[in-house]
């Protein structure tokens, strides 16, 4: 079953008002996708992407809970009629010493960076299983699920658990669903601290990443035939390999 052609394919991007999302959601129209904008507090950023990606469908939702994202997967059908690809980005990222960690800073981050992947998953496959195409589901992860960090270690286990979802849902979700899920290593915006520096520095291909090139991942596992199923593509610039 090949895909290779996104013309007119209904895509939900979650965070896409600003940064990565936003560049997903750009290339994705580029493709002539028909692309829908997932955000939340971001509003005036989600209209003008929206606006960029030539008039696209808006949802707002809350991701940390499930009464949400499920309201917001029944008016994705009712507007749209039907999902042919999820792409999971919507995420947080905070860092603390695992000694000073709390219960409420666990669930910060593992509300939305896993328990929401999941449902969005979940409500995703419910409505492309009707598809006579199938689906696909990209998730996106990070290079910290797949190396420690020392001062986020709650972060990375909920990327780590994002890798594992997309394996275990990749099976169960054959053979008409896809599940990828792309790694970031560094992709800097204006907010970069000292310890991202090092990494870019310490990173082979000496630089930071751009959303254009998480979007070309996106892009292929989008597209690809439903033979590439559960597999992880970190776009690190080399870092995983250190
Ligand atoms: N930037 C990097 O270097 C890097 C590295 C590795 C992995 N990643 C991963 O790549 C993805 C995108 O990264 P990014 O840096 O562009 O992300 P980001 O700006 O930190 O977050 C993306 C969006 O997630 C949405 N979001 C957060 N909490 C939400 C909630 N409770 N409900 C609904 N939406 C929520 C926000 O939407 P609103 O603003 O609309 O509220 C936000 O704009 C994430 O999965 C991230 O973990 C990034």
């Known amino acids: 079953m090949t895909n290779s052609d996104l013309t007119g394919k209904t895509i939900l991007v979650t965070g896409a008002a600003k940064r990565i999302g936003r560049g997903i959601a750009l290339r994705l129209a580029a493709e002539g996708a028909r692309v829908a904008i997932h955000y939340d507090r971001s509003e005036p950023e989600a209209r003008r992407t929206a606006e960029e990606c030539g008039g696209a469908p808006l ?105 594992m979802l997309t394996r275990a849902l990749a099976k169960a979700f054959a053979p008409a669903i896809t599940v990828n899920s792309v790694a970031p290593g560094v992709i800097p915006f204006e907010d970069i601290d000292e310890r991202g520096k090092r990494m870019i520095a310490n990173t082979p291909a000496l630089r930071g990443g751009t959303p254009d090139e998480i979007a070309d991942a996106v892009l292929y596992f989008l597209k690809a035939s439903n033979f590439v199923t559960g597999q992880i593509l970190a776009i690190d610039g080399g870092l995983s390999q250190r």
């Not at 507007?79 to 000694?99: K, Q, S, W, Y």
């Open 59 to 163: 949802f707002r939702a809350n991701l940390e809970s499930v009464a949400e994202i499920e309201r917001m997967f029944a008016e994705v059908e009712q507007r749209l009629g039907r999902l042919d690809g999820l792409v999971n980005n919507a995420a947080r990222f905070t860092r603390f010493d695992p000694l000073a960690i709390t219960e409420k800073d666990w669930d910060f981050i593992h509300s939305v960076n896993l328990k929401a992947v999941f449902f969005c998953c979940q409500q995703a496959a419910r409505l492309m299983q009707k598809n006579e195409t199938g689906g696909r589901i990209v998730n996106i992860s990070s290079l910290g699920g797949i190396r420690p960090w020392a001062e986020h270690a709650h972060y990375c286990a909920s990327k780590a658990g994002v890798i």
